[in-house]
């Protein structure tokens, strides 16, 4: 396993201000990513420090700088460049690798786009030199590094009705048995033209949200919801139901930690 990082696995996602990391979009137009941070100081210094000035972190400023290729059907170069014509807000996150990827981190909050600037090389592709700065700080993002990543594996509903058993997870040529870990995700795309519902399972429920509940996925729509209070799956508590039409069928994905 390389015990250093490159620069082109690294991720940045964007999506509407406060939105949830499993609900950003990968924006792929990037490239040079620079990531600062700096501590303002404040001097403490009291008699009592002798021959020595004290000093304290006060606040901390973060910049995010990148370079884009100026590409106006690109999603991410749009959204972008819309917060900042706009004076809107925009959620980021800047991490060292895939959010589903072990030991990925980095910051996520909501910025503002403070710098647009267009570049014009003669006999190069035009670029913008983008700056953003936060204007809420969310959390620094560290993916567990026991987090397991199973999918994407295809269910199909027989006469519109089908049970996912967690302990017995389509994965490869096998299964995958998720006991005594707990789901901290889930991604569905629905490929029916009916919508489909996910609830707790009629026997051996398992719970997707502490107070439960159904996960309905619209038709041709893909749902990626983080989930904070899910069960560990256990005999009891290890199935889930679908409900749908006919031979409708999905794919998943689905991250669990220990």
Known sequence: MADY????????????????????????????????MEGEEADVTTRAAGDWRATAVAFKTMTLEWEMLWKPDDAGFE?????????????????TG???????EGPKGTFVITGFSRNEPLGEGVTVSVTAKPSLFDEWVKVADDTDKIGPFTLTLAAGAATLDLTAIPYGAGTYDASTKT????????KGANELVISEGASNGYKLFGGGGDLTVPAGVTVDYPLADAQE??????????????????????????
């Open 5 to 36: 990082v490159l620069g082109k696995d690294a991720v940045l996602y964007q999506g509407t201000a406060a939105a949830a990391l499993g609900s950003l979009t990968e924006m792929s137009n990037v490239r040079d990513v620079t990531l600062s």
């Open 183 to 190: 789901m901290t995700r889930i991604k569905v795309t629905n």
């Open 233 to 258: 799956v256990g005999a009891s508590y290890l199935a889930l139901d679908l409900a749908g039409t006919s031979t409708q069928t999905s794919t998943w994905t689905l991250w669990f930690e220990d």
């Open 79 to 95: 959204a972008i460049k819309d917060a900042f014509l706009d004076g809107t807000e925009i959620e980021l996150a800047a991490l």
């Open 98 to 104: 895939a959010r589903e990827t072990a030991n990925s």
